[in-house]
């Protein structure tokens, strides 16, 4: 007779794993289903899924290959032949606008589109940065665009309006915008914590309300429209309120390119080594267990907020700061507020997922524009890859039983732990 107590159902399995059982090849087994099961594979899963049906509509959409497919039963070939040219010929021109451009004399040259496409990432990572923070702590904010607007506004009121030396004039343009965003997101974390609604209402609704305030402030002289002007747009920024560029005239990637890699790794020191982000955290899975355990949940709600807004407030402000220095309008969001979600999404709302998301969208859009010129591709077909991302992501079941990827093993992430000398708990 044994004396090992057998479990029951609702007990707590801790997963004991014998010195000689981590030897074993099916570790190696273990390793790679976990690999293969992971958030990792399925965003990289559902890029290629996405990538597939946009090289399907392409090669419908050619007229080439349209022609072709009118003799398909006498000639098959020409029609494969002609659909292969489509999206071979489309991705490689995705790829020239975005990475590298073989057709130019020199690497100086070749390379410029990897900077445009770094240039397009940087607000774009910011923004999903902000919207992945609040997606971990279980509040969904969808008011980027409104962040970026303020964000925006301030920042470029600062830019134009002031003199200051060179380097403090930056200085308080990017304070300026980032705390406008802050702020205004705070808005809704606080109707979240006093009175319970629901932010994803809030932060729609308030995306309508910086639009028409940020707007009216464009079309009334002395707030935000440039002197003389009847247009809603502001006066250019001064020089010493500019982004620098970080390689010169030849290339578009600027500072703020540094200042989101610098926000990146705060975002992951937060949510990984910091108490305020475990705090965070433990909202997100439960806020009624978290607040038993002591967090001032509502707390929490606001303070989430406010540096969810700072981060997306400071894409607005690589916006008027770095990308449209010359004057802007209501339009500065450029639709980034609603494509950091999807940067979020993909990025699982890990911070350097949303990092690799942002570069990956940041390609698109550089590459799109390519696409257009040189293959005559509509650029509606990189918004329709982009919107099949988002779709593969929120059906991972479906992406696991195209590609039969495994399901993650509790047990396997049990030895996993093992093999860091703990003891890792399963609940049945």
């Not at 030396?165 to 205004?184: F, Q």
């Amino acid at each position: 007779m044994s004396d090992t107590k057998q479990p029951q159902p609702g007990d707590e399995l801790v997963a004991t794993v014998p010195e000689d059982e981590l030897q074993q090849p099916s570790r190696w087994s273990n390793a790679l289903k976990e690999i293969l099961g992971g958030s990792v594979m399925l965003s990289v899963a559902s890029v290629l899924l996405a990538l597939v049906i946009g090289g399907v509509l392409i090669a419908m959409t050619d007229p080439k290959v349209q022609a072709a497919s009118a003799y398909f039963f006498n000639q098959p070939f020409d029609t494969f032949a002609a659909i292969w040219d489509s999206v071979s010929g489309a991705y490689w021109a995705l790829f020239q606008g975005s990475i590298y451009n073989f057709r130019r004399p020199d690497f100086a040259t070749g390379i410029r589109p990897l900077f445009e496409t770094l240039n397009f990432a940087t607000p774009l990572i910011a923004a999903g940065l902000g919207v992945a923070l609040g997606f971990r702590a279980g509040m969904f904010n969808i008011g980027g665009r409104g962040q970026m607007l303020f964000g925006a506004a301030a920042a470029g009121w600062v830019g134009f309006a002031f003199d200051f030396p060179v380097g403090i004039h930056l200085a308080l343009a990017l304070l300026a915008g980032i705390s406008a965003g802050a702020l205004w997101a705070a808005v809704a974390g606080y109707l979240k914590a006093k009175t319970g609604a629901n932010e994803v209402i809030t932060t729609i609704m308030l995306n309508y309300v910086a639009y028409y305030f940020v707007y009216w402030m464009l079309s009334t002289p002395g707030l935000l429209q440039a002197p003389g002007s009847n247009n809603p747009k502001t006066p250019a920024m001064k020089e010493t309120a500019v982004l620098p560029l970080l390689l010169g005239e030849r290339y578009s990637l600027h500072l703020g390119f540094v200042l989101v890699i610098a926000a990146t790794i705060f975002v992951w020191w937060l949510l990984n080594r910091s108490s305020l982000g475990f705090k965070f955290r433990a909202v997100g899975e439960n806020p009624h267990a978290a607040k038993v355990a002591g967090i001032n949940v509502n707390r929490m709600y606001i303070y989430v907020m406010l540096i969810a807004g700072a981060l997306v407030g400071m894409a607005g402000v690589f916006q008027v700061l770095g990308t449209v220095t010359t004057g802007f309008s209501a339009g500065i969001d450029a639709g980034i507020g609603f494509d950091a979600i999807t940067v979020a999404l993909l990025g699982r709302s890990r911070a350097w997922g949303v990092f690799a998301a942002g570069i990956l969208f940041g390609a698109f859009k550089a590459g799109g524009f390519a696409m257009q010129v040189s293959q005559g591709i509509p650029i509606d077909i990189v918004l329709v890859v982009q919107s099949m991302i988002v779709l593969f992501i929120a059906a991972p079941p479906l992406v696991r039983a195209i590609f039969r990827l495994p399901k993650p093993n509790p047990l396997a992430l049990a030895k996993n732990e093992k093999l860091n000398g703990k003891k890792a708990v399963v609940t049945k």
